[in-house]
């Protein structure tokens, strides 16, 4: 059996979010992945927040694909409805599900393998649509469940662990989000959770296709020497373009930074994004100027993270269809059958 | 017959011409994208309109532009719907098919032609009459624009033939008055067009012809719609919300009816708003997935597809069945295996859609034969896959699907309420409620689902395709896992009770032969079964499907004759093969009647099968 339920020891002292909840309730059953797993810290900020945005568990679908990440959702958000579903496919799951009710929140957790590989093109359509969702890809350049072949996203010369090199161009999942329209795009390090957990809330505060590349080192079978995803690689090419805070509604701004280098982002729904740059000039709501900057650094080895990309005015996939407000799976028989009357007419004009 | 006479109008036949009222049958030969389509539509609706059953048939290419096409209608005051052999009058407008259009005449049948540049005598028939007019000099001289000449050339034959074989101008002045309502200028210039050419007819051709209309009233209260457009109908009254859709031939124009009715009956009256989405999806793959993450969430979705969708789409089936999630695929079958023949009819699909996937999957279908069926198993598709919490599959084939026919009219019972199946509500899990998401707690094997957000902390569950417990907990255990194996099969016996039932239809006498059918093959099976009670002196009974999985009145019609014939539209007696499978009969009993060439299938195909096998020596041939 590899259902491992987590003990419910609830400290009475735990601290509560505005809805109530503890850290506990938006966790799920222990992870069964590798020691030091990189997604583990995924899913653990993920976690935090959901709590610190005071989401209500049940009210958040976590879907996902096959392979090591799109396991994760076991492990986090127990109370929410999970639907891991088949490799390479959660976008088109995720998708129906979103039409069917507009209300919820939905959270995408996929791999490399699942998105850039075998899913390249849902990965790359449900982006398109501008699906609301909060899409995130475990990325650690292997396939860790068969045991360590490359990915998509492998580097050019990246050696894997028996030292043979890695010949195809790597696919940048940011790039590509950025080139076809999700309207909020960053890329994070699972060994940076100060860095990935405000991405994450900015992430489920965006009405549109928001996007997170996150680096997840395997430690099995992509943390060695000549990797290109591994924790010390990472750590050593990483270069943050800004570091960010989720202000909610309820939090006072307190300009305490020097100008012009610090910006606020307010998204459509009211969410602020409080970004510090790092990178001089980088504005993350300049869509070319984005894509020409991690090129750039790209050509010098950097590893480019942070807020990439914002539109904080996007439209989703409903927008564009404009469907009504209430959820489809709400519906009443009256407002779904047109009824006899207009048939018989129909019949009427038909012979 | 000699050469010069081939460019005068009228070539008598050698042997009597044929001479028929309301019974016979009109084939027009076309060029593709030269509009004679609508000409076409409007000559078969005009006869509609005096009252006489006429079958059109659009047999057309994968192609756009230049190629054959061909619109055959069947005539039948008797009300015979399915396709018959032999062309009784040909409408030959394409030089590129003309030597097999003129080979297709019956013996004292007529063709009508173009005869603008004189032919050779070696092109036509001794035995047939020609009626031959200058269309092309005819429409030049009348028209200079070059798009004008090439859409009133069509209505001018359209006239011409009126005179012909004798129908009512008004009712075609009628037809083309609502065709173009509001745009008085086209109205007058295809009246006149249409005038043009029944003049001519009537001061140059012979008219009459021996092939005659006379009003009738054989067409009822019956309603003229093709199968896919009545399907989507179906799938609105059965409260789809969700399309995803990926453009394939014969199912397209099932989607794009969907999205037509949608906008004229799902919108909301104050707001504008849709209560419905339909995404035409990158392939077939994402239409399936949004399909069922759709009907995860607790909406009626669909998707129309054919056979080579079917085959993309497998993996997610499996995922259906085995995770029990409702969804709904429209599958109009096309001559396949692979690409095949795109745009001819086959009932082809039918062992891939029963058994789509790896492992052990099984999937219930409906087996509409016309578009009033297709409407009912529309509509009640939606209702069975929540209701049995996976796949549904709604079978058609172009035959049905993608040419109009006289059906029925459609129905709809106000007091009927969609069945949403087993939901588990909010007050249900707060009252304590158990819920077990693979729980079998009324004995049906159709466990409680809950819609994703429904309770804060009751009712959540994790949907997988990988094995788990009753309560949706993920295990590798071979009990647990067999556990489910076993009442997915045992929710297959509650579909059994659930499906349509086959119709039994017997014959005055008792017998012990018998033929089974279903879908697009029933229009032919009548007139067949007149044929082999001429031939043979044998009367049949017969069983119509409609549903897989077969319910126990197709077993007791198996037991109770000794031969029994399987008519069918493929190779491999894939029916034959279902009802061999889940009845364990014997299949010696089965004889296989196969029709595949891609061309809908003929009572005198049937006949000749069935009365073979019956008389192997035939006291006196088929009058052919």
Known sequence: ?351 | MSPQDAAQPLMGSTVPPIQAVNDFVVKFANVNGSGSASANQLFAKAILRMGIPVTPRNIFPSNIQGLPTWYEMRISDKGHMGAREGVDLMVAMNPQTWDEDVKSIRPGGYLFYDNTKPLPASKFRADITVVGMPLTSFTNAAYAVPRERQLFKNIIYVGALSALINIDPKVIEDLLAEQFRGRDKLIAANHKALHMGRDYALAHLPCPLGLQLAASDKVGDRIFIDGNAAAALGALYGGATVCAWYPITPSSSLAEAFTRYCERYRKDKETGKKRYAIVQAEDELASIGMVIGAGWNGARAFTATSGPGISLMSEFIGLSYFAEIPAVIFDVQRSGPSTGMPTRTQQSDIKICAYASHGDTKHPLLLPEDPNECFQFGALSMDLADRLQTTVFVVLDLEIGMNERLTAPLQWDDSRKLDRGKVMTSDELQAGKVFGRYLDVDGDAIPYRTYPGTHPTKGGYFTRGTSRDEFARYTEAGDAYQRNMERLLKKWDTAKTLMPKAVRTDAAAPTKLGVIYYGSTSPAIPEALELIAEQTGASLNQLRLRAFPFGPEVEEFVDAHDTIFVVEQNRDAQMRMLLINELECNPKKLVRVLHYNGAPITAEFIARGIAAHINPTPVREAAE
């Not at chain 1, 799951?93 to 009710?101: D, E, F, I, P, Q």
């Not at chain 1, 080139?179 to 809330?201: E, H």
């Open chain 1, 1 to 351: 059996m590899t259902y491992l339920p987590k003990p419910k020891l609830a400290h009475p002292e735990l601290q509560k979010n505005d809805l109530g909840y503890t850290r506990r309730d938006y966790e799920g059953s222990i992870s069964t992945l590798c020691a030091g797993c990189g997604h583990d810290s995924i899913s653990a900020a993920i976690i935090r927040a959901c709590y610190e945005l005071s989401l209500p568990p049940h009210r958040i679908a976590k879907l996902s694909g096959i392979g090591c990440s799109s396991k994760t959702p076991t492990y986090f958000l127990g109370n929410s409805h999970g639907f891991n579903s088949v490799h390479g496919r959660m976008p088109s799951v995720l998708t129906g599900a979103n039409l069917a009710n507009r209300e919820l929140i939905y959270l995408g957790v996929s791999g490399d393998g699942d998105s850039a590989s075998i899913g390249f093109g849902q990965f790359s359509h449900s982006i398109r649509r501008g699906v609301n969702m909060t899409y995130i890809v475990e990325n650690n350049g292997v396939y860790g469940l068969t045991k360590g072949q490359f990915s998509a996203t492998a580097d050019r010369g990246a050696k894997n662990k028996r030292g043979v090199e890695n010949m195809d161009e790597a696919i940048d999942m940011v790039g590509i989000a950025i080139q076809l329209g999700a309207t909020y795009v960053a890329r994070s390090f699972s060994g940076d959770k100060n860095q990935l957990v405000p991405l994450i809330k900015g992430a489920l505060q965006h009405n549109g296709a928001a996007f997170i590349d996150t680096i997840s080192p395997c430690v099995m079978f992509n943390n060695h020497e000549g990797s290109t995803k591994s924790y010390d690689y990472v750590r050593e090419h990483n270069e943050a373009v800004n570091f960010m805070d989720v202000v909610t509604g309820r939090e006072e701004i307190t300009v305490d930074y020097e100008p012009g280098t610090t910006e606020i982002v307010r998204q459509h729904n009211g969410g602020l994004l409080k970004l510090r740059k790092l990178a001089n000039d980088y504005d993350v709501t300049d869509r070319v100027a984005a894509m020409n900057f991690l090129e750039t650094r790209k050509a010098r080895g950097e590893i480019v993270t942070g807020l990439l990309y914002v539109d904080p005015d996007a439209e989703d996939l409903h927008g564009y269809l404009e469907t009504a407000e209430k959820p489809f799976n709400a519906l009443t028989d009256e407002e779904l059958v047109p009824g006899a009357a207009a048939l018989a007419k129909l019949n009427a004009s038909l012979r």
